[in-house]
């Protein structure tokens, strides 16, 4: 008598472990997911700065943080050009870090385009980058 499996077993097995790591290997990297969900909320949070702008008739003016946005509104309608009052936006970055941009300081005019010469690119390592347009303020995902 032989010892050893047969070839149905091991093919049962080999199917297992190709089942197994489909679903483990993402749970091994937590912040992958992390990064992805903080990368969304910001595009979320800038499409929301864009539309209060142009809703509101409003300059919207974003800081761009290692760990977020902060995003603030002009007081007067229409715009005066000073960014005193806090937008209270819809939801809170959370868990996000190394946010960076082309540049820390930008706003959205009141027609939606924002007041830079070129687009805007903020970007989380390992992810695609989010652009803003500039004459627009389409936010690209």
Known sequence: MTRGFTLIELIVVMVLLGVLSVF?????KPDDF?????RDETTALLRYAQKTAVAQRRMVCVSVQA???RLQMDA?????GVCAQALEAPSRLQGGRGLSSTVSNFYFTPLGGTDQ????TLSL?????????ASSGYVHD
């Open 24 to 28: 483990l290997l993402p749970a091994l």
């Open 34 to 38: 992390a990064t992805r969900g903080f």
């Open 67 to 69: 760990n977020g946005l």
């Open 76 to 80: 007067a309608s229409p715009a005066s």
């Open 117 to 120: 010469a070129s687009n805007i």
């Open 125 to 133: 390592s390992g992810l695609q980058p989010i652009v803003v347009e």
